[in-house]
């Protein structure tokens, strides 16, 4: 019965069977029994998901759901929506994870007996997890377990509290802190509406791995909602993460989804400290930091700067993502706090309170690490704070990340490195890093393994000598007299000697390459084209040589690894190598292999590559499909060429209001013996020669333009 309150779109059921959302429009106009609508509008209306699926196995259209998306579409249509549904799994993954036969003996009984008795058993992983009492709930909450408590109104969603305000607790470091745990034994109440998703879940364990399991979730629902999160990605944590060091005791204040935290090396009696604004947020971080190390964890719901948590807190460590730009962070009924020891931040400076609060909670020399919007290092409204942060030794650093490091991806962000000043002297110099030469084309994100060589190699030196070797237009350790003028810009930018401009030798190596392109550009230019009357092909589509065993086809996902370049929509538009990254994950990658083909299936045009040997191996990227082409009936050069054909590119696409969607399945191709599809391949082949040797000219035409501007301005040219 439970099972019938998930509900599913129509692109749950498209991603169910595979097809596109026309297929499942056809369906619902076409066929009579199929499951009416049970909620939703009438323009997006939402169906049972058990009823669909019994349809869509009943019409041959779906063998079985596989366990990931079954799971996923529980969660995704859950009647109290997917937050609340995401706690609830994680409180019952961190009880598999902690005490897995307790799990095997509640499970085996019928949905209401597994509901009753399971707030019991999270009590008891809960409390000591997340440092209370068994039983420990605080004043004003519900006792855990109550199984007929109602569902408060308004406020946090049901499963999820801030802290109370009740008697304080100790911490293994003194730090006094409310007794209330960010995450609430769920009652019985609530749960039984979630049962079905919790038996899917623990499925789902026994296949990954608790911690696994819940990644995907979370991370399905933070892809699913890219707007209502802003996501740290992980290669910026890990080098945050890294820039902190080891640490016993860590605290990130607007934790987000706890990218940050996750990413520090894990130590014996190590304690983290999460605190967020959003209450959903702070729950879901507590259980993912909880699944994801044996340290104490130590959650709290509420703005960090208006309602610190931990007041009395001195960690060793600080590391933070603040929000950016933000007028309303408190300066009204904040001007008298005793944080503000650089300054009284202006309104427009949120993010120099922020550096101020992470100061607060470091103890004598301990390190905080923020992300920074670059306009913060040079606006005259913080000059007077960058300046008292800079005589009293507190930045250290600032490193400036290419653009597309993090969102907002169009700007160059800035990670500020400070220390809270302990009894050595001051430092007399400041480090300045700029990575913006790492930057990645286009949208493929920077070479994250050559900034953090950098940043890592040229901070530890720093640190260790407190001053480092100038690197040109790379990093320089600036003397903190030379910053305190009347701007204290810190930007990194202005105070780096550039770095040196090809000379005339490189250039006219340039010159001689590109002289050599255009040769080769001349040699492969196609011959003149050859009337032929109109062809009368009989036409097969991508989904029936699916269909038919002639082809595999793949989607590219979430499954990611830091050591496997990821191809990315845009290096098959470009015609580059794999320049993207992916969030580390446990979901399965797709591995490209040489004589694969390639689709983008967004921005509307018509393009397919065929992969070679040079990026083989990369983890397709998302928004691209794979085609995998029996080469004893299709010729990868025959299907790639004619899937990029224009007129069968707009019969297969469909249309948003801001978007263009090309449905592979329908792309069609003609139905050619083997040895004509080679005739065909052939040309196809000579025709990306053409277009790859088309690329590099204007690539090496561009290096050659622009190195001969650099050079003419600076001098290392002479005009004639």
Request: aromatic letters at 6%; proline letters at 9%.
């Amino acid at each position: 019965m439970q099972d019938n309150a998930t509900e599913v779109t129509a692109a749950g059921i498209a991603r169910l069977a595979g097809v596109g959302r026309a297929a499942v429009s056809n369906w619902r106009r076409r066929h009579a029994d199929f499951p009416k609508p049970v909620g939703g509008t009438e323009t997006s209306p939402s169906f049972a998901l058990a009823e669909v699926e019994g349809w869509l196995r009943k019409q041959g259209k779906l063998a079985e759901v596989p366990l990931r998306e079954r799971v996923w579409q529980q969660l995704a249509g859950h009647p109290d929506g997917p937050v609340t549904a995401l706690v609830h799994v994680g409180c019952v993954l961190l009880l598999i994870h902690e005490r897995p036969t307790v799990w095997l003996d509640l499970g085996a009984g019928s949905d209401e007996r597994l509901a009753a008795a399971l707030p019991g058993a999270l009590d008891q992983v809960l409390g000591p997890r997340f440092g209370i009492a068994a039983g420990g709930a605080g004043p004003g909450l519900p006792a855990p377990g109550t199984a007929n408590t109602p569902p408060p109104t308004g406020g946090t969603a049901p499963g999820l509290t801030a802290f109370g305000s009740g008697a304080p607790g100790l911490t293994a470091s003194g730090v006094t802190e409310p007794t209330g745990p960010v995450v609430r034994t769920p009652t019985a109440d609530w749960l039984l509406p979630s049962v079905p998703l919790l038996r899917g879940a623990a499925e789902l364990a026994a296949e990954s791995g608790a911690r696994q399991a819940f990644e995907f979730l979370l991370g399905r629902h933070l892809d699913a909602n890219p707007r209502q999160y802003t996501l740290t990605p992980a290669e910026l944590a890990r080098l945050m993460a890294d820039l902190a060091g080891p640490a016993r005791s860590v605290l990130d204040p607007a934790c987000g989804t706890g990218a940050l935290l996750r990413s520090v090396d894990s130590r014996p009696g190590q304690e983290l400290y999460a605190q967020d604004s959003t209450p959903e947020l702070a729950a879901l971080t507590a259980l993912r930091l909880a699944l994801h190390t044996r340290a104490a964890v130590r959650g709290a719901a509420g703005d960090s700067l208006r309602a610190d948590a931990f007041p009395q807190l001195r960690a060793d460590a600080v590391v933070c993502h603040p929000p950016f730009n933000e007028r309303n962070w408190g300066h009204d009924e904040l001007a008298y706090d005793p944080r503000w020891e650089y300054g009284f931040p202006a309104r427009t400076e949120s993010e120099l309170a922020w550096v101020q609060h992470a100061l607060a909670r470091l103890a004598d020399g301990g390190t905080a690490v923020l992300l920074m919007p670059p306009a913060a290092a040079s606006r005259r409204s913080g000059r007077r704070i960058r300046a008292d942060l800079l005589r009293r030794g507190a930045l250290r650093a600032v490193v400036a990340l290419p653009v597309g490091a993090a969102p907002p991806y169009n700007i160059p962000l800035h990670v500020w490195v400070l220390r809270r000043p302990d009894r050595t002297p001051a430092a007399p110099e400041v480090l300045l890093v700029d990575t913006g030469r790492f930057a990645g084309e286009a949208r493929g994100g920077p070479d994250w393994q050559a900034v953090r060589d950098a940043v890592l190699d040229t901070w530890r030196a720093f640190d260790r000598e407190g001053r480092t070797a100038q690197r040109p237009g790379l990093a320089r350790s600036v003397p903190v007299i030379e910053l305190l003028d009347d701007d204290v810009d810190l930007a990194p930018a202005r105070h780096l000697p550039p770095a040196a401009a090809d000379g005339a030798e490189q250039l006219t190596a340039v010159r001689e390459r590109l002289g050599t392109t255009l040769r080769l550009t001349t040699e492969l230019t196609p011959p003149p084209a050859v009337p032929a009357p109109p062809a009368r092909w009989p036409l097969t589509t991508v989904g029936e040589l699916a269909r038919g065993g002639a082809l595999v086809m793949r989607t590219g996902g979430n499954g990611g690894s830091a050591r496997v370049p990821v191809l990315t929509d845009h290096d098959v538009l470009a015609g580059t190598g794999p320049s993207g990254t992916l969030p580390e994950s446990d979901e399965e990658a797709v591995l490209t292999e040489a004589g694969d083909i390639v689709v983008p299936v967004l921005g509307g045009g018509s393009m397919a590559r065929v992969v070679d040997e040079e990026s083989a191996g990369a983890v397709l990227g998302r928004n691209l499909v794979l085609l995998r082409p029996d080469p004893a009936a299709v010729d990868p050069w025959f299907l790639a060429g004619f899937l990029r054909g224009t007129a069968n590119n707009r019969q297969a696409s469909s249309y948003a209001s801001t978007a263009t969607r090309l449905d592979v399945r329908r792309l069609q191709l003609p139905r050619l013996p083997l040895d004509e599809q080679w005739r065909y391949g052939a040309r196809f082949r000579d025709l990306d020669a053409f277009e790859r040797a088309l690329r590099r000219a204007s690539r090496l035409g561009e290096q050659l333009v622009r190195g001969m501007y650099d050079g003419l301005t600076d001098g290392t040219v002479a005009p004639d």
